[in-house]
């Protein structure tokens, strides 16, 4: 069996899906799913419900990926992890804590990291303890 080689460009390339799934679905600026459909929501085309779905599959799958890799625990410890770093940075003054947009695409970003990670997590595991997961035994 033949397993391609995980590596951070592996990681970013989750990152940037997971990035493209929470922000397309909303973000602060106002160009999201969220702010498309919410401008006349009495009138969905077919080309919203497309989008829609998509978005819906999409995160499907990275939530699915993410608690069948991490679980709640590690969901937890993630989340908790990225949220400290996060409140690190602002106790240092670098980010203004004010600034409803700034705090929200952090938040968001928070989300990104977190489930790119559970996306990545088999990978990163095998690579560090030598362990195959059940479901990456090809049957």
Known sequence: MKTSQFSWSS???????????????????G????HWIIEDITHINPVMALVGLVLLIGWVIYIRATLRSLGAIGI??????????????????????????????????????VLATGMSWSHIRRRMSGQVDADDVDG
Do not use: K, Q
């Open 31 to 34: 160009l999201s799913f969220y």
């Open 76 to 113: 937890g410890l993630a989340l908790a992890f990225f949220a400290v770093f996060f409140w690190m940075i602002l106790d240092l003054g670098l980010i203004p804590i004010d600034n409803f947009h700034i705090i929200t695409t952090i938040i968001e970003m928070v989300l990104c990291l």
């Open 11 to 29: 990681f970013f390339i989750r990152l940037a899906f997971a990035s493209i799934l929470v922000f397309g679905s909303y973000n602060p600026s």
